[in-house]
């Protein structure tokens, strides 16, 4: 009998504003782009993609595009879904 995996789903455990945050943290430690809109992808679906579509006036579908691999989101739309999410972005000296 073989075994079959399942692809990890990382939204699966973002369950709470504090691992969201250490989530983020950690990615923006590290600097990637695009791992940060993957990243803000994968917090927008643990939250519910029709929610935020709903909060930011934008289609589930063209979100979903915004937050995959190779995307370039506009900086407005990465704002509005963080806004949604609740995410405030701060620079600090």
């Known amino acids: 009998m073989s075994k079959r995996l399942e692809t990890f789903d990382v939204a699966k455990y973002l369950d709470s504003k504090e691992v969201i945050a250490e989530y983020l943290s950690q990615i923006l430690a590290d600097g990637d782009l695009d791992e ?3 990243a ?8 519910g993609m029709v929610q935020i579509a709903k909060d930011t006036g934008l289609g589930r579908e063209s979100l979903y595009k915004s937050f995959s691999a ?3 989101p ?3 739309t990465v704002l509005k879904v963080l806004n949604s999410l609740g995410v405030r972005l701060e620079a600090v000296a």
């Open 36 to 38: 940060l809109l993957l």
């Open 70 to 72: 190779g995307a370039k």
């Open 74 to 76: 506009r900086f407005d």
């Open 40 to 47: 803000i992808g994968d917090i927008a679906k643990a939250k």
